[in-house]
């Protein structure tokens, strides 16, 4: 299939906001597609991707290298590309913009078609070391040079991984359903259990409904972590759930173990494996657990003088490449773990409370490292030992404490009513930076104010405040610098920038604004942390904003 049929729906998907008709476009798009083309492939392309969602690889090319191959192909300076992606806010129309100027110098020599495409992208992602690139810069230049206008435009924006059709994950799996007649729910878990839509879409087609239901977790390829909400009152939460387990709340990093044979890998909440920044957790792993095939899940924290560090001193050691060594000399971890996915088989329809039981009976605690997570079993009867679980919690160090619903299974990237945190600290908004303006006298070297935006249910972004308080000079520094790599334009004193950054912003109050593009904004935004453990698919959205104002 030529690549322009793709391109054709992206503008169609680019013309309309509205969810359903969305839906509409891909779904037909999807019944058009002939057998002897990958569906899979096609699908990730449709997400801005080339790999499922539970790969942590990418593509890995920043906006230097491809402007240089743009002005190559177009035949102008590098710094008229940077020109017109300053004028047009956007790599994708910048390039639109040059290739319908561009005199014709070459003669279509072929058609782009799909696979094409996807395989020299994939290629792109897979250089690494001597000339690596000059290598790039020639796979790009190969692909643009056979590229309409409208081609390297959303090419150029594949590449960078910013698509900016508005299309989520929600939007491609309903048009699976729609597709393939498929009952939404059996393409909802199969997407759950597979984290790969690619898959999703390739099985709905071949082997339909009965097909999905087939597939299930993979020891090795991990899943989205079920996320919590905000527990109102420990009362109130343990009275609506009868039953719940109460365990310290960890402020450390979320660890998803896989064990398949004889390989232990380690994911973030982001699904990124960092396995070899932990070598000692690999290690306790092996230990402690049976040699059978499991996926546990837990919370990692660094420690001194036994004493429970902050989370950013743990994200150090998730961060290091190098001298692990010594990171694990100075920043010893610990492990506590609450959760059993799988265990010989898929664990995560089975009750918590017997999950737990089974991880109870399976991880030998013997080592000081090796801890399941403190737990009591709490109901109306022993509110107070919940209290104390809390306040002992917080006397510690840690930042609260889990209310889980006893009965309930585990839903990989639910955030539901049946898992809540209960914490010290007033609820926060994790938000993504999008622009920001130049600070005055002392501050006149920095990025002084953020400008940051929450997702609609489109996954488009919506600016609703700027941040200015909180930052300590090192940060602004460290934010500042991080903003110049990822700028896209600069006007005046203001810049605006991918969306890269994350960050976790607490507020005194959510008000009605036009002003801001999510028509609300936030009163006196403080910057809490930078979440260098969350990507812009984790930040919160206009919806939970919304549930959180009190008009
Ligand atoms: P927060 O910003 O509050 O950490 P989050 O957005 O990172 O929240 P949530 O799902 O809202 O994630 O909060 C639950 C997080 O708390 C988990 O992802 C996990 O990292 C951490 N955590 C610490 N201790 C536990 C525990 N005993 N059980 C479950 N999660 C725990």
Sequence with gaps: ??????????????????????????????????????????????????????????????????????????????????????????????????????????????????????????????????????????IITELLSLSSASEAKYISRTIIEELRIGVGEGIVRDAISQAFGIDKKVTERAHMLTNDLGLVADVARSEGESGLKKLTLTPGKPVKPMLAQLSKGIKESISEMGEALCETKYDGIRLQIHRKK??????????????????????????????????????????????????????????????????????????????????????????????REVLEEIVDTSKDEMNLSDMIIGTCDNIDEVENLFNKSIEENHEGIMIKDSKEPYIPGLRGKKMLKFKAEPETLDVVVVGGTHGVGKRGDFIGSYLVALKDENDDLKTVAYAATGLDDETLKYLTEKMKEYEISEKGTHVIVHPKIILEIAFSEIVKSPEYEAGYSLRFPVVKRIRKDKSLKDIDTIERLESMYKP
Excluded at 40 to 60: H, Q, R, T, V
Excluded at 283 to 308: M, N, Q, R, Y
Excluded at 337 to 353: G, N, R, T, V
């Design 1 to 138: 299939m030529n690549y322009q049929e793709l391109v054709n729906v992206y503008i169609d998907l680019d013309n309309t906001t509205k969810r359903l008709e969305k839906t509409e476009i891909i779904a037909n798009f999807f019944k058009r597609i002939g057998d002897d083309e990958s569906i899979s492939n096609i699908c990730l392309l449709i997400l801005g991707s080339i790999f499922p969602a539970w790969s942590d690889k990418e593509i890995g090319i920043g906006d230097k290298l491809l402007t240089q191959a743009v002005a190559k192909v177009v035949g102008v300076p590098p710094s008229e590309v940077e020109d017109n992606i300053r004028d047009e806010g956007d790599i994708g129309l910048a390039c639109e913009k040059l290739f319908s100027n561009k005199k014709q110098t070459t003669f279509f020599s072929k058609t782009l078609t799909i696979d094409f495409v996807f395989n020299s992208l994939q290629r792109l992602a897979e250089i690494s070391g001597n000339r690596s690139t000059n290598k790039k810069i020639s």
């Design 262 to 355: 004889d390989e232990i890998n380690i994911f973030t909440r982001r699904l990124e494996n960092i396995t070899a920044a932990m070598p000692e957790i690999v290690k306790l792993i092996d230990e402690s657990l049976p040699h059978f095939d499991f996926i546990v899940e837990g919370e990692v924290i660094a420690t001194k003088d036994g004493k429970p560090l902050s989370f950013q001193n743990i994200l150090h050691r998730v961060k290091r490449k190098y001298n692990i060594e010594e990171a694990i000399e100075n920043v010893p971890l610990k492990l506590f773990l609450f959760d059993l996915l799988y265990y010989k088989q898929p664990m995560i329809d089975e009750a918590l409370i017997k999950r």
